[in-house]
C-alpha cells in the first residue's frame, strides 16, 4: 500500500487515536496536537493495521500503547485524559480479541 504524503514523517507511535468526522479522520497525537485528513477511518484502519491500534468503534482508533486504564463502566481512558465509550455491543468482542488489556474488566 502506498503511503500518503500526510504519512510522511509521522510514527504510528506518535498517534494516540483516530477520530472520524464525515469523510475526514482527525490524527489526535501523544503531544497533544491534531491533523485532519482528508481519508476516512478506514484507510487508516487498514494501514495501521499492525497489532498496536485498536478499533473500539464506528468513529475510533486507538493506540494500545496510549490507554492507561479501561474502567468498568464502559470507558477506555488515555493517557491525556481521554475518555471514550467503549459500545455494549462490542465489549465482548473487544475483550476476546485484546484479552491482556481487559485483565480487570468485567463483562455486564
Known amino acids: ?38 481519508y476516512c477511518l478506514k484507510f487508516f484502519e487498514e494501514h495501521f493495521n499492525s497489532g498496536s491500534f485498536i478499533r473500539i468503534d464506528r468513529a475510533n482508533i486507538v493506540n494500545k500503547a496510549f490507554i492507561s486504564k479501561v474502567s468498568n463502566d464502559g470507558y477506555i481512558h488515555l ?17 476476546s480479541q485484546n484479552p491482556n488489556l481487559f485483565d480487570y474488566y468485567m463483562i455486564a
Do not use: C, W
Open 1 to 38: 500500500m502506498k503511503t500518503p504524503k500526510i504519512l510522511k514523517g509521522i510514527l504510528k507511535a506518535q498517534v494516540s487515536h483516530l477520530e472520524a468526522s464525515s469523510n475526514y479522520t482527525i490524527l489526535n497525537f501523544t503531544d497533544g496536537k491534531q491533523l485532519i485528513s482528508g
Open 79 to 95: 493517557k491525556n485524559e481521554t475518555k471514550l465509550l467503549i459500545p455494549r455491543r462490542r465489549k465482548a468482542l473487544l475483550i
